[in-house]
């Protein structure tokens, strides 16, 4: 397996960085602009793997489509393909595949959509045999992915007599939902969220440009790398605060960790006020489950004793968060107390253990970034399989170098 030795970053250092594009805002648009009458342009369209591969399958019209390692990817597509009465097989990597669609599937099933299995029920390699969906209600299960709901949403107005989808519980990734309906309505679509459920009538989506914006997601690992390193201060660039997206909620987090943020033109100065930190942070993540990595590593870079909680999807996404978390940071000292909802990181990492140590990444592109963040603790860093953060960030390391080779 490959690895690599990340350099320590440089006492003192200002970069300008780089974020990609909103990953999960660029893969939404594309499906809405797969379900206008008409083209349109996208502006700052992401690089990420997952997004270029569902771009790539919407276009493929042949009858057996691979869609990679992307839950978004795959989820997305199905619907669109249901939606459009394509038949068509569909499969991805042996993760993804193992990875639960059934809540899907059956409101699809639901709709007049038909599939057949090449060797699980519910489980891709499946095959769209036929397609015509009609409007009704459906109860879903909100509870394991916000994508399902989202995939539904997007699909909803093209319906003959729309859709009315009762949620059986509170959904996890609400912002995710929310972000979904935002863009929905950009694109002239009206969402009605009413107590459980949500309403799309029968609608046109109408054709306009659109400029992605940068992914707030990915910021994460910059604003924990000035945490863990009160001396080094980034420029985002090209970077607002984006209503868009739920993870915004980084600019009100991170404060508790001495982190605060400026607009400087179209740029955001991220720096460090070198305030004290608390001892005991607890928060809960439902909404923002993909924070959870950079912040249980922060925590146990400063020492935090953190309880992350609202992390049931975790254990479902690239790889099992919660167990991968806790396997690292236990090999450098920290105490890390795991459910199958919950983090609860205790203790500070032994600095002098990490040079010799290889964190591994599991196929997991947050994996792999949030433990190169503690090169911020003076010293390099060894990763396994880097090329992961293709998946979302594929500048990631050429960044991150960016805060080791130039000091000001």
Not at 59 to 74: K, R, V
Not at 184 to 196: G, L, T
Not at 384 to 405: H, Q, T
Request: glycine share 4%; net charge negative; aromatic share 8%.
């Amino acid at each position: 397996m490959k690895s690599i030795l990340v350099p320590a970053i440089n006492a003192g250092v200002k970069a300008d960085i780089i974020l990609p594009s909103s990953k999960s805002v660029s893969n939404r648009v594309l499906i809405i602009r797969a379900l206008c009458d008409d083209d349109f342009e996208i502006h700052h369209l992401s690089d990420a793997d997952d997004t270029s591969v569902l771009q790539q399958i919407i276009d493929d019209a042949s009858d057996d489509i691979f869609c990679g390692a992307g839950g978004t990817t795959l989820r997305f597509f199905l619907a669109l393909c249901a939606a459009k009465n394509r038949s068509v097989k569909i499969s991805g990597t042996d993760r993804l595949n193992k990875r639960p669609l059934k809540p899907l599937i059956d409101a699809l099933v639901d709709l007049g959509c038909e599939f057949e299995y090449f060797h699980q029920p519910y489980f891709p390699p499946l095959r769209i045999v036929t397609s015509k969906l009609t409007g009704r209600e459906l109860m879903i299960k909100a509870d394991v992915s916000s994508q399902f709901i989202t995939a539904l949403m997007l699909i909803a107005p093209t319906i003959e007599s729309g859709l009315t989808i009762h949620l059986d519980k509170p959904p996890v990734s609400f912002s995710y939902i929310q972000m979904t309906a935002s863009l929905m309505e950009y694109f002239d679509v009206k969402v009605i969220f009413s107590e459980d459920k949500i309403i799309v009538p029968p609608q046109t989506y109408t054709s306009k440009s659109f400029s992605v914006p940068a992914d707030w997601s990915n910021a994460a690992y910059w604003f924990g790398i000035v945490a863990i390193n009160p001396a080094v201060e980034v420029l985002l660039k090209n970077t607002s605060a984006d209503h868009l997206q739920g993870d915004v909620i980084l600019l009100d987090w991170m404060k508790l960790f001495g982190v605060n943020a400026e607009v400087v033109g179209n740029d955001l100065r991220v720096y460090n006020e070198q305030i004290s930190v608390p001892s005991f942070l607890h928060l809960n993540l439902m909404n923002h489950p993909d924070l959870a990595q950079p912040l249980a590593v922060v925590a146990a870079a400063l020492g935090v004793d953190c309880l992350l909680e609202g992390l049931s999807t975790l254990k479902l996404k690239e790889t099992d968060r919660i167990s991968a978390v806790k396997t690292e940071l236990e090999k450098v000292g920290v105490s890390v107390d795991a459910t199958d909802n919950s983090l609860h990181v205790r203790g500070k990492i032994n600095r002098d253990l990490l040079s010799n140590v290889v964190f591994d990444s599991y196929d997991d592109h947050r994996m792999a970034m949030s433990m190169a963040m503690l090169t911020a603790l003076n010293t390099s860093v060894t990763i396994n399989d880097p090329e992961v953060v293709n998946k979302s960030y594929p500048g990631f390391f050429s960044e991150l170098l960016k805060l080791s080779d130039s000091v000001d």
